[in-house]
């Protein structure tokens, strides 16, 4: 095997009229096996800002040895310069590279803090306009079938139905009985030193049926249904199957929106129902165990202590909740740009968002409720 040849650089002529002279291989490899004399007179060169270049010597040059010249130059091509065509190209896709990254950052003024706080501000009303859009497409679908029933999309509502619903419903249902039993256990253990064992049913009838179930429905759902519906919706995007059904004349609102939707304002109240039912028979078992209470007496005493009005709360927020959580994770799907990274983005901005808007719904409606359903002592 050949030695590479060496990366030379000499220096020529008297001091403030010396040219550089450059030579041997300009690779990895000969800068490798140059080490330190090519740094020193490199460093040498550096001083010298107006020197003359001669690069005609050099026998290979590759992308190691162009960058080490080009971060020696000072990120730009010397004035005088003599190389062959074939160098001539690389240091000219070099100067090509815009340097923005090397250069200091422009100097703050007193405004800058005005700036950073409207860059968000911005983006929040691009966002709001979007949103609003899809709003008022929805509402134009909803008058269109109820004007044109036959264009009502029962195949993909009930689709969506059976995906959103009921493959939703043994997650929601083991959850809810786990923490139906965790509630229990520990409102148990403070109930008991005061003697108040059978307050433990308006503890789980109120905080489960009116607050707990909605909210760890709608959370779920979220995680579950509204991630799977953005996923869904980007990968369209990706694939442009969107601007498919665009091109074909296919409304995306009315086929692929709207079903989710109206499924999921269906599916969520019985969701809630469920999950409810679920945690208050978890209650119930974990009551039996602790406090040695009998079914019969639980079920007797519960809708004493909860009256109706509690389900048709929760019942509400069922409802908004699910319109809620296939709004948020629509318009996120249609936010994502045909790329991986944009759909992974926008899939965690739906189910962040979507619970966040879930705890302020259910924060509106519980200030708005608050003297409904209560028993008065």
């Known amino acids: 095997m050949l030695p590479v040849p060496l990366a030379t650089l000499e220096l020529l002529g008297p001091p403030g009229e010396r040219s550089a002279t450059l030579s041997g291989a300009w690779t990895l490899a000969g800068l490798r096996n140059a080490g330190e004399s090519l740094e020193r007179a490199l460093a040498d060169a550096m001083t010298e800002p107006d020197l003359a270049w001669n690069a005609l010597g050099i026998d290979a040059l590759d992308s190691a040895g ?13 004035l005088a310069l003599l190389s062959r065509p074939e ?3 690389i240091f000219d896709r070099l100067a090509a590279v815009p340097q ?8 703050q003024g007193p405004t800058e803090w005005i700036i950073a706080l409207g ?3 911005l983006v929040l009303r691009t966002v709001l306009a979007d949103f609003l859009a899809l709003l008022g497409q929805l509402a134009l679908d909803l008058l269109h079938v109820c004007r044109h029933p036959a264009d009502m999309p029962w195949k993909e509502i009930s689709a969506n139905l059976f995906k959103s619903g009921v493959r939703a419903m043994p997650v929601t249902a083991l959850v ?9 256990y520990l409102s ?12 433990i049913i308006n503890i789980l009838g109120m905080g489960i049926v009116r607050e707990l179930g909605p909210v760890l429905t709608a959370v779920l759902v979220a995680g579950r249904s509204g991630s799977a519906m953005t996923a869904q919706l980007g990968v369209m995007r990706v694939t442009e199957e969107i601007d498919a059904l665009a091109t074909m004349g296919v409304s995306r609102s009315l086929r692929l929106i709207f079903p989710k939707v109206v499924a999921l304002a269906i599916a969520m109240p019985l969701l809630v129902l469920w999950t409810s039912a679920m945690a208050i028979i978890g209650g119930m078992v974990s009551a039996w165990s602790q406090l040695n ?14 009256p109706l009005e509690n389900l048709w709360i929760a019942q509400g927020k069922g409802f908004t909740f ?10 996120f799907g249609l936010r994502v740009r045909p790329n991986t990274e944009s759909l992974s983005a926008n899939t965690t901005s739906s189910v962040v968002t979507a619970i966040t808007a879930v705890i302020l719904i259910d924060a509106v409606i519980a200030i708005a409720t608050r003297g409904i359903g209560v028993p008065k002592l």
């Open 188 to 199: 148990a253990l403070q109930l008991r030193q005061f003697g108040a064992d059978v307050f």
């Open 293 to 306: 209470m009998s079914h019969n007496f639980f079920f007797q005493i519960l809708p004493r202590v909860v």
């Open 100 to 107: 923005d990254e090397a250069k200091a950052p422009p100097p």
């Open 87 to 89: 160098h001539g190209r």
């Open 66 to 78: 162009a960058v080490r010249l080009w971060r020696a130059w000072g990120q730009a091509l010397p």
């Open 119 to 121: 860059r968000p501000l």
């Open 176 to 184: 809810g009985f786990l923490i139906g039993v965790v509630l229990s």
């Open 322 to 331: 699910g319109i809620a959580v296939a709004l948020v994770a629509c318009h």
